[in-house]
């Protein structure tokens, strides 16, 4: 439905002339965010993919040490998670928003579990010797270059979970402000923001999933 | 021509004190606080560049040792390129323009608009501390192994400079939502004034292309931090891979300083010549197709690393498609200013200094793009004069025709024309002298990066030293009149040009609101087939 022509000023800012021209800008300024984040990820697909073929076997040999068991299991809670996101907007028109904040709860727990499990499971590596550059000490795996895996693996998850606990914090002062009312069903646009941000952020563990624990 | 209602005060006035410049979320006093950084970071990066000539004026090193050298070289590209280069435009005379001439109150997002400055203030505070305190030895392009490895300081300014892309990400990205959200009424794409166009190009790049370096910056500070060994041959790493992300970017980051410099001279040459583009179409098909080629060249930068021989000519052959489109744009230019009505000014002097640069810096390009002669070429003077004719000569050149062309506008006052020709002059030729000996001494064999060398080289070292100096005496020149004339100049007037631009159907210096009626724009942008200048809204 087009808020075309309404003038409501409790949301608008003045540089807008409607406020639907407001949620179009908020929109595509959240779309070309995301452009860059999946720019700055793309960096690390790229060099992950030079040395995947430079060292195909050798990823393939590693790729047997990692927990896929812990792997899917946190691919399944952050793609329950996103469904979660994605109905809280249908709940707040609907106007229940306890309903929407449950969601959010919902889904910011699944994230949370998630990040003790990705905890849990770099603690096993790191116990292992399975780390990065001159840290690598993993007995099973004595090749040259193998330690490369590991730093992938790392820098990979490790920046992943940094946005995923960006994205709980956004989903938390989203809750926040769903309890407060100050996001209700006449202006949604924060909740449909945070909840790009969210599948994005899941988007990019589909990729890393398979690439890591896989293939 | 209506004279501004001395009820609304403009946007200088309209707040008082430095806290309420600080707190600002108007996107024109944002533009001003961005010039006063990038021209502080100038004269320091400038101040550089003449310690650097003073050295080499002799072949032995007495002025700097070799170390020392390598410190002010380093500083002197980084905050030319990071500091000065990227941000000069866009940041300034796109954040004053941009809302102006799409006919909007302010960008699409003021606020994130005020943070992205702070965070470029933060950034280059970072970078300079760093290159102070410290010091690094590695050059601006910071290449592995020896940035991973050198005993310098390099961390703090790999901050530093994640920091500012950073901060050009966001204004890209506020520049690509305004352009979409908030044209006003009737203003089409094919009506956008060509500055537009060439920022909304350099948007793009900054937001597709920045992400990549802040991730190879990020990539380099992990090893140097943690001994990751992604770069480390040692550890089965390729150091050269990391070239290919860092030029990634680096190659594009040539069209953020150039094509905001480039929508620049579309607007001078037309307001001078006083005659609509020779072909508006072309100009935005030069600007979008250089800033798509521009993503697939920069393996021109890895001819000697090793890079296989089909990937070497495809990249030369990307590199040289850059070329057409450039001289697309320089055709049209140049076409604009046949049979038009010259009007000799500062701002038409160095957009001329603009196109000839450009020439020279675009032939020299072409030349290195060449796989054989690049061999010769690569790492030496030639190179060096190669891209100080894009980036200073060009780029350069055009935000001076920026700067002087919209002072009026920005200010409201004039400064004296005779002294602006002068120094406009002054600086082409002593850009000249600095920059044609370069592709002598490395077409003799002369490397880059060296604080010593053979005495025959002596010559030509000599005569860019002088060069250089004439240059700072320009620029000297420049900082004198223009503090006049923000002091003491004459009233400008709302549109002392008569430019036929949109940005002038503003008061000048604008109103906080930018528009006291909603603005009309009937006729296309840079229309001189109507004699009257737009009306003031
Ligand atoms: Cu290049």
Redesign the interface.
Known sequence: MSTEGTHTGKFR????GTLG?QK??AH??MW??L???L??F???F??YA??RW??GGLFHEAQKHMDVLLGTVNTFLLVVSSTLVALAPRALEAKRTHVATLLLLGAIAMGLAFLVLKGVEWGHHAHEGAL?????AFEKLRV?????FY??Y??MTGLHALHMLIGVVVLAVLAVRLRRRTITAEYPVALELGGMYWHFVDIIWLFLYPLLYLA | MSPPPAEVPSYLTAEAGLWSWLRTKDHKRIGVLYLVLVLLFFALGGFFALALRLELLTPEPDVLGPMAYNRAFTLHGVIMVWLFLIPSVPTTFGNFLLPIMVG???V???RLNLFSWYLFAAGGVITLWGLFQGGADTGWTFYTPYSTTSGTDVLPILVGVFIIGFSS?LTG??F??TV???RAPGLTWMRMPLFVWALYGTSLIQ??????L???LL?VA??RV?????F?VG????PV?FQH?FWFYSHPAVYIMILPTMGVLSEVICAFSRKNPFSYRMIVLGTVGIAFVGFFSWGHHMFVAGQSVAGSGAFGALSMLVAIFTSIKVFTWIGTLYRGSIVLSAPLVYALGFIFFIFFGGMTGVAVATTSADVHWHDTYFVVGHFHYIMVGSALMGFLAALHYWFPKMFGRMYPSGPAIGSAVLIIFGFIVTFLPHFLLGNMGMPRRYATYPAEFQALHVASTAGASLLAYGFLGIAGYLVWALVKGPLAGDNPWRSHGYEWASHSPPPAANFLTPPEFEREPHDYTVVEAPRVY
């Open positions: 800012a003045e540089h807008f021209a179009d800008a595509l300024g070309t965010f452009a860059t984040e720019l700055l793309t960096g690390l790229a060099v030079v040395y430079a060292y990065p550059g001159q840290w690598y040259p270059g193998a330690s490369l730093t992938l790392f820098l | 909007a109150r302010d699409a997002f003021p990400i990205l506020n690509i939502v979409h959200t908030l937001v597709l292309a920045t992400p990549i802040g991730m190879v990539l992990v090893e943690a001994g990751i060994g992604l480390d550890r089965g790493g390729d891979l992300l």
